[in-house]
Protein backbone atom coordinates (compact mmCIF):
# COMPACT_ATOMS: atom_id res chain seq x y z
CA UNK A 1 0.00 0.00 0.00
CA UNK A 2 2.94 2.57 0.67
CA UNK A 3 4.64 1.90 -2.49
CA UNK A 4 1.46 2.24 -4.57
CA UNK A 5 1.58 5.25 -3.01
CA UNK A 6 5.13 6.62 -3.28
CA UNK A 7 4.35 5.54 -6.68
CA UNK A 8 1.19 7.53 -7.04
CA UNK A 9 2.76 10.66 -5.61
CA UNK A 10 6.06 10.10 -8.23
CA UNK A 11 3.67 9.76 -11.46
CA UNK A 12 1.38 12.76 -10.28
CA UNK A 13 2.84 15.34 -12.54
CA UNK A 14 4.14 14.05 -16.50
CA UNK A 15 7.55 12.64 -15.92
CA UNK A 16 10.55 11.79 -18.31
CA UNK A 17 10.11 7.65 -17.66
CA UNK A 18 12.26 4.65 -19.03
CA UNK A 19 10.98 1.24 -18.82
CA UNK A 20 13.52 -1.93 -18.85
CA UNK A 21 13.20 -5.51 -18.39
CA UNK A 22 16.18 -8.23 -18.84
CA UNK A 23 19.00 -10.01 -21.43
CA UNK A 24 17.07 -11.46 -24.38
CA UNK A 25 13.26 -10.22 -23.85
CA UNK A 26 10.78 -13.11 -23.28
CA UNK A 27 7.22 -12.61 -24.04
CA UNK A 28 6.60 -11.35 -20.02
CA UNK A 29 9.50 -9.19 -20.21
CA UNK A 30 8.38 -7.19 -23.35
CA UNK A 31 4.86 -7.45 -22.75
CA UNK A 32 5.08 -6.47 -19.17
CA UNK A 33 7.13 -3.20 -20.68
CA UNK A 34 5.07 -2.60 -23.67
CA UNK A 35 1.86 -2.82 -21.70
CA UNK A 36 3.17 -0.19 -18.51
CA UNK A 37 4.45 2.04 -21.59
CA UNK A 38 1.06 2.01 -23.06
CA UNK A 39 -0.14 3.16 -19.81
CA UNK A 40 2.45 5.65 -18.96
CA UNK A 41 1.93 7.48 -22.45
CA UNK A 42 -1.62 7.79 -22.02
CA UNK A 43 -1.43 9.08 -18.53
CA UNK A 44 1.00 12.11 -19.94
CA UNK A 45 4.36 10.71 -19.54
CA UNK A 46 7.29 10.80 -22.01
CA UNK A 47 8.41 7.12 -22.06
CA UNK A 48 11.15 5.22 -23.36
CA UNK A 49 11.66 1.30 -23.06
CA UNK A 50 15.10 -0.49 -23.89
CA UNK A 51 15.83 -3.47 -23.91
CA UNK A 52 19.70 -4.67 -23.52
CA UNK A 53 19.31 -7.29 -26.11
CA UNK A 54 17.62 -7.91 -29.16
CA UNK A 55 14.26 -10.17 -29.38
CA UNK A 56 12.25 -12.77 -31.10
CA UNK A 57 10.86 -11.68 -33.85
CA UNK A 58 7.27 -13.31 -32.93
CA UNK A 59 7.04 -10.45 -30.56
CA UNK A 60 7.10 -7.52 -32.69
CA UNK A 61 3.24 -7.62 -33.23
CA UNK A 62 3.09 -5.90 -29.71
CA UNK A 63 1.81 -2.36 -29.59
CA UNK A 64 4.59 0.09 -28.96
CA UNK A 65 7.66 -2.49 -30.32
CA UNK A 66 8.23 -0.05 -33.04
CA UNK A 67 9.46 3.30 -30.84
CA UNK A 68 12.11 -0.19 -28.72
CA UNK A 69 15.34 1.18 -28.06
CA UNK A 70 17.20 -2.02 -28.39
CA UNK A 71 20.77 -1.64 -26.60
CA UNK A 72 23.78 -2.27 -29.02
CA UNK A 73 27.50 -0.62 -28.91
CA UNK A 74 25.72 1.85 -31.82
CA UNK A 75 22.73 3.28 -29.53
CA UNK A 76 24.97 3.23 -26.30
CA UNK A 77 25.22 7.15 -26.07
CA UNK A 78 21.21 6.89 -26.90
CA UNK A 79 20.89 4.91 -23.92
CA UNK A 80 22.98 6.29 -21.67
CA UNK A 81 21.22 9.88 -22.09
CA UNK A 82 17.99 8.42 -21.85
CA UNK A 83 19.03 7.03 -18.84
CA UNK A 84 20.58 9.71 -17.28
CA UNK A 85 18.03 12.02 -18.32
CA UNK A 86 15.14 10.05 -17.06
CA UNK A 87 13.44 10.94 -13.47
CA UNK A 88 11.98 7.57 -12.91
CA UNK A 89 13.28 4.24 -14.11
CA UNK A 90 11.17 0.96 -14.21
CA UNK A 91 12.81 -2.78 -14.04
CA UNK A 92 10.53 -5.15 -15.66
CA UNK A 93 10.90 -9.09 -14.62
CA UNK A 94 14.72 -9.23 -13.26
CA UNK A 95 16.02 -9.52 -9.78
CA UNK A 96 19.14 -8.02 -10.37
CA UNK A 97 21.21 -5.73 -12.06
CA UNK A 98 23.98 -7.88 -13.38
CA UNK A 99 20.66 -9.43 -15.56
CA UNK A 100 21.23 -6.22 -17.96
CA UNK A 101 24.40 -6.75 -19.09
CA UNK A 102 26.51 -2.46 -19.01
CA UNK A 103 22.72 -1.04 -18.84
CA UNK A 104 22.95 -2.36 -15.35
CA UNK A 105 25.58 -0.13 -14.10
CA UNK A 106 24.19 3.00 -16.22
CA UNK A 107 21.18 2.43 -13.90
CA UNK A 108 22.75 1.83 -10.45
CA UNK A 109 24.35 5.41 -11.35
CA UNK A 110 21.31 7.09 -12.74
CA UNK A 111 19.91 9.90 -10.46
CA UNK A 112 16.28 9.00 -11.06
CA UNK A 113 13.56 6.91 -8.58
CA UNK A 114 14.13 3.40 -9.65
CA UNK A 115 10.91 0.59 -9.49
CA UNK A 116 11.36 -2.40 -9.70
CA UNK A 117 8.18 -4.99 -10.77
CA UNK A 118 9.12 -7.91 -10.61
CA UNK A 119 8.21 -12.07 -9.74
CA UNK A 120 11.79 -13.59 -9.45
CA UNK A 121 13.29 -15.19 -6.10
CA UNK A 122 15.60 -13.14 -4.31
CA UNK A 123 15.30 -10.13 -5.56
CA UNK A 124 18.57 -7.69 -4.99
CA UNK A 125 17.42 -4.32 -3.26
CA UNK A 126 18.37 -1.60 -5.89
CA UNK A 127 15.10 0.27 -6.29
CA UNK A 128 13.92 2.99 -4.16
CA UNK A 129 9.89 1.74 -4.24
CA UNK A 130 9.92 -2.17 -5.18
CA UNK A 131 7.30 -4.26 -6.20
CA UNK A 132 8.12 -8.47 -5.87
CA UNK A 133 5.97 -10.91 -5.52
CA UNK A 134 7.46 -14.20 -6.17
CA UNK A 135 4.46 -16.06 -5.74
CA UNK A 136 3.06 -14.06 -8.92
CA UNK A 137 2.92 -15.95 -12.34
CA UNK A 138 3.97 -13.29 -14.07
CA UNK A 139 5.47 -9.92 -13.98
CA UNK A 140 2.54 -8.76 -16.08
CA UNK A 141 0.39 -9.79 -13.54
CA UNK A 142 1.68 -7.36 -11.06
CA UNK A 143 1.51 -4.43 -13.80
CA UNK A 144 -1.77 -5.65 -14.04
CA UNK A 145 -2.17 -5.14 -10.38
CA UNK A 146 -0.29 -1.93 -10.06
CA UNK A 147 -2.02 0.31 -12.90
CA UNK A 148 -5.55 -1.28 -11.00
CA UNK A 149 -4.51 0.02 -7.77
CA UNK A 150 -3.39 3.36 -8.90
CA UNK A 151 -7.32 3.51 -9.64
CA UNK A 152 -6.44 3.33 -13.58
CA UNK A 153 -8.06 0.06 -14.52
CA UNK A 154 -10.48 1.44 -17.58
CA UNK A 155 -7.04 2.78 -18.71
CA UNK A 156 -6.06 -0.76 -19.43
CA UNK A 157 -7.41 -0.82 -23.22
CA UNK A 158 -6.93 -3.58 -25.51
CA UNK A 159 -3.67 -2.96 -27.24
CA UNK A 160 -2.47 -2.58 -23.74
CA UNK A 161 -4.35 -5.66 -22.40
CA UNK A 162 -2.55 -7.63 -25.30
CA UNK A 163 0.73 -7.00 -24.06
CA UNK A 164 -0.30 -8.18 -20.43
CA UNK A 165 -2.00 -11.24 -21.71
CA UNK A 166 1.56 -12.35 -23.85
CA UNK A 167 3.46 -11.82 -20.49
CA UNK A 168 0.83 -14.39 -18.37
CA UNK A 169 0.15 -16.62 -21.21
CA UNK A 170 3.85 -17.31 -21.09
CA UNK A 171 4.57 -17.63 -18.26
CA UNK A 172 1.93 -19.74 -16.74
CA UNK A 173 2.91 -22.09 -19.41
CA UNK A 174 -0.33 -21.58 -21.20
CA UNK A 175 -2.49 -21.99 -17.67
CA UNK A 176 -0.85 -25.00 -16.58
CA UNK A 177 2.17 -24.12 -14.04
CA UNK A 178 1.37 -24.17 -10.55
CA UNK A 179 1.80 -20.22 -10.37
CA UNK A 180 -1.76 -20.04 -12.55
CA UNK A 181 -4.42 -18.72 -9.96
CA UNK A 182 -7.79 -17.81 -9.05
CA UNK A 183 -6.14 -14.50 -9.62
CA UNK A 184 -4.26 -15.16 -12.83
CA UNK A 185 -7.69 -16.23 -13.82
CA UNK A 186 -9.78 -12.90 -13.17
CA UNK A 187 -7.31 -10.96 -14.61
CA UNK A 188 -7.43 -12.92 -17.68
CA UNK A 189 -10.93 -12.53 -17.83
CA UNK A 190 -10.94 -8.66 -17.11
CA UNK A 191 -8.36 -8.59 -20.06
CA UNK A 192 -10.86 -10.91 -22.52
CA UNK A 193 -13.55 -7.97 -21.25
CA UNK A 194 -11.28 -5.14 -22.87
CA UNK A 195 -11.47 -7.61 -26.25
CA UNK A 196 -7.86 -9.06 -25.75
CA UNK A 197 -7.61 -11.30 -28.75
CA UNK A 198 -6.55 -14.66 -27.46
CA UNK A 199 -6.39 -16.73 -30.69
CA UNK A 200 -3.96 -14.36 -32.14
CA UNK A 201 -1.85 -13.43 -29.27
CA UNK A 202 -1.72 -17.75 -29.37
CA UNK A 203 -1.25 -18.17 -33.06
CA UNK A 204 1.28 -15.32 -32.82
CA UNK A 205 3.64 -16.46 -30.04
CA UNK A 206 3.58 -20.43 -30.90
CA UNK A 207 2.16 -20.92 -34.51
CA UNK A 208 4.65 -18.85 -36.55
CA UNK A 209 7.84 -21.11 -36.61
CA UNK A 210 10.45 -20.26 -39.77
CA UNK A 211 11.04 -23.61 -41.63
CA UNK A 212 14.30 -23.99 -40.57
CA UNK A 213 13.14 -23.16 -37.22
CA UNK A 214 10.52 -26.74 -37.23
CA UNK A 215 13.34 -28.17 -39.21
CA UNK A 216 16.10 -27.45 -36.18
CA UNK A 217 13.71 -28.80 -33.66
CA UNK A 218 13.38 -32.11 -35.46
CA UNK A 219 17.04 -32.18 -35.50
CA UNK A 220 17.55 -31.68 -31.92
CA UNK A 221 14.80 -34.12 -30.94
CA UNK A 222 15.91 -36.88 -32.80
CA UNK A 223 19.62 -36.25 -32.35
CA UNK A 224 20.42 -34.25 -29.44
CA UNK A 225 18.29 -35.60 -26.73
CA UNK A 226 19.88 -37.35 -23.96
CA UNK A 227 17.62 -38.84 -21.49
CA UNK A 228 19.35 -40.28 -18.30
CA UNK A 229 17.01 -42.89 -16.93
CA UNK A 230 18.71 -43.37 -13.69
CA UNK A 231 18.50 -39.53 -12.31
CA UNK A 232 14.68 -38.90 -14.44
CA UNK A 233 16.77 -36.11 -16.04
CA UNK A 234 16.67 -34.99 -20.06
CA UNK A 235 19.29 -32.36 -21.71
CA UNK A 236 19.51 -31.05 -25.00
CA UNK A 237 23.00 -29.70 -25.37
CA UNK A 238 23.29 -27.85 -29.03
CA UNK A 239 26.64 -26.16 -30.86
CA UNK A 240 27.45 -22.68 -32.45
CA UNK A 241 28.15 -24.64 -35.76
CA UNK A 242 24.18 -26.12 -35.32
CA UNK A 243 23.07 -23.00 -34.53
CA UNK A 244 24.44 -21.68 -37.56
CA UNK A 245 23.55 -24.67 -39.84
CA UNK A 246 19.76 -24.29 -39.06
CA UNK A 247 20.33 -20.24 -39.70
CA UNK A 248 18.83 -20.17 -36.22
CA UNK A 249 18.03 -16.62 -34.83
CA UNK A 250 16.73 -15.14 -31.06
CA UNK A 251 14.25 -16.84 -30.19
CA UNK A 252 14.19 -20.31 -31.91
CA UNK A 253 15.70 -22.04 -29.23
CA UNK A 254 13.05 -20.65 -26.93
CA UNK A 255 10.10 -23.98 -25.56
CA UNK A 256 13.26 -26.55 -26.95
CA UNK A 257 13.30 -27.27 -23.11
CA UNK A 258 10.06 -28.25 -22.28
CA UNK A 259 10.33 -31.34 -24.97
CA UNK A 260 12.81 -32.93 -22.61
CA UNK A 261 10.77 -32.05 -19.55
CA UNK A 262 7.81 -33.56 -21.59
CA UNK A 263 9.43 -37.33 -21.31
CA UNK A 264 7.17 -39.86 -18.73
CA UNK A 265 8.88 -39.69 -15.90
CA UNK A 266 11.62 -37.14 -16.22
CA UNK A 267 11.76 -34.31 -13.22
CA UNK A 268 14.78 -32.39 -14.51
CA UNK A 269 15.89 -30.97 -17.41
CA UNK A 270 18.08 -28.96 -19.07
CA UNK A 271 19.27 -27.19 -22.57
CA UNK A 272 23.40 -25.76 -23.36
CA UNK A 273 23.09 -23.41 -25.82
CA UNK A 274 26.60 -22.50 -27.01
CA UNK A 275 26.40 -18.92 -27.78
CA UNK A 276 30.59 -19.25 -28.73
CA UNK A 277 30.92 -16.15 -26.20
CA UNK A 278 29.16 -18.67 -23.03
CA UNK A 279 26.89 -21.47 -22.74
CA UNK A 280 23.89 -20.45 -21.95
CA UNK A 281 21.77 -22.76 -19.86
CA UNK A 282 18.10 -23.12 -19.19
CA UNK A 283 16.84 -25.26 -16.44
CA UNK A 284 13.29 -26.89 -15.82
CA UNK A 285 11.69 -29.06 -13.56
CA UNK A 286 8.70 -30.43 -11.64
CA UNK A 287 7.81 -30.69 -7.82
CA UNK A 288 10.04 -29.96 -5.00
CA UNK A 289 13.41 -30.03 -7.50
CA UNK A 290 14.34 -26.64 -7.15
CA UNK A 291 16.22 -25.59 -10.28
CA UNK A 292 16.65 -21.70 -8.94
CA UNK A 293 18.94 -23.54 -6.49
CA UNK A 294 21.26 -25.37 -8.71
CA UNK A 295 21.70 -22.37 -11.50
CA UNK A 296 22.83 -20.56 -8.12
CA UNK A 297 24.63 -23.07 -6.57
CA UNK A 298 26.11 -24.43 -10.01
CA UNK A 299 26.16 -22.27 -13.09
CA UNK A 300 26.07 -18.63 -11.46
CA UNK A 301 22.22 -18.39 -12.33
CA UNK A 302 18.80 -18.13 -10.63
CA UNK A 303 14.80 -17.50 -11.76
CA UNK A 304 11.80 -19.47 -10.69
CA UNK A 305 11.67 -22.76 -8.49
CA UNK A 306 10.96 -24.55 -11.38
CA UNK A 307 12.27 -22.68 -14.26
CA UNK A 308 15.80 -21.29 -13.87
CA UNK A 309 18.60 -20.27 -15.98
CA UNK A 310 21.88 -19.66 -15.85
CA UNK A 311 25.63 -19.44 -17.66
CA UNK A 312 29.17 -21.35 -18.11
CA UNK A 313 32.63 -20.20 -19.61
CA UNK A 314 33.76 -23.98 -20.02
CA UNK A 315 33.37 -25.48 -23.11
CA UNK A 316 30.07 -26.87 -24.40
CA UNK A 317 31.21 -30.60 -23.71
CA UNK A 318 32.86 -29.25 -20.24
CA UNK A 319 29.56 -27.83 -19.10
CA UNK A 320 27.49 -30.83 -20.20
CA UNK A 321 30.03 -33.35 -18.18
CA UNK A 322 30.20 -30.86 -15.06
CA UNK A 323 26.44 -31.17 -15.65
CA UNK A 324 26.29 -34.89 -15.13
CA UNK A 325 28.89 -35.01 -12.70
CA UNK A 326 26.15 -33.18 -10.69
CA UNK A 327 23.09 -35.25 -10.75
CA UNK A 328 24.37 -37.70 -8.07
CA UNK A 329 24.43 -35.02 -5.39
CA UNK A 330 20.77 -34.49 -6.49
CA UNK A 331 20.16 -38.18 -6.53
CA UNK A 332 17.78 -38.36 -3.68
CA UNK A 333 15.35 -35.74 -4.80
CA UNK A 334 15.26 -36.96 -8.59
CA UNK A 335 14.29 -40.27 -7.40
CA UNK A 336 11.26 -39.39 -5.79
P1 LIG B 1 14.91 -19.22 -19.65
O1 LIG B 1 15.40 -20.60 -19.45
O2 LIG B 1 13.53 -19.20 -20.23
O3 LIG B 1 15.88 -18.33 -20.34
O4 LIG B 1 14.77 -18.59 -18.20
C1 LIG B 1 13.99 -19.19 -17.21
C2 LIG B 1 13.94 -18.30 -15.99
O5 LIG B 1 15.23 -18.19 -15.40
C3 LIG B 1 13.51 -16.88 -16.29
O6 LIG B 1 12.70 -16.45 -15.23
C4 LIG B 1 14.79 -16.12 -16.36
O7 LIG B 1 14.60 -14.78 -15.98
C5 LIG B 1 15.69 -16.85 -15.38
N1 LIG B 1 17.08 -16.85 -15.85
C6 LIG B 1 17.52 -17.28 -17.05
N2 LIG B 1 18.86 -17.15 -17.15
C7 LIG B 1 19.28 -16.61 -15.99
C8 LIG B 1 20.57 -16.20 -15.49
O8 LIG B 1 21.60 -16.34 -16.14
N3 LIG B 1 20.59 -15.67 -14.23
C9 LIG B 1 19.47 -15.52 -13.50
N4 LIG B 1 19.58 -14.98 -12.28
N5 LIG B 1 18.25 -15.88 -13.94
C10 LIG B 1 18.15 -16.42 -15.15
MN1 LIG C 1 8.52 -13.27 -16.03
Known amino acids: MQQINELRELLQSPKKIMITTHHKPDADALGSSLGLAGYLKKKGHQVTVITPTDYP??????????????????????????????????CLDFSALSRINELGGYIREAKGT??????????????????SNTSAAATAELVYEVIRDLGDEELIDTAIGECLYAGIMTDTGSFRHASTTR????????????????????????????ESRLRFLGYVLKDKLTVVREYNTAFIAVTSEELKQYNSQTGDT?????????????????????????????????????????????????????????ISYLSLAETVEKFQSLLPLYAEQLAK
Open 183 to 210: NVHLIIADLLHKGVDICKIHRNIYDSYS
Open 114 to 131: KVLIDHHLEPEPFAEIMF
Open 254 to 310: EGLVNFALSIEGVRFAALFIDRTEAVKISFRSVGDISVNEFARSHFSGGGHKNASGG
Open 57 to 90: SFLNWMSGNDEVLIYSHRTDAQAKAIINDAEVLF
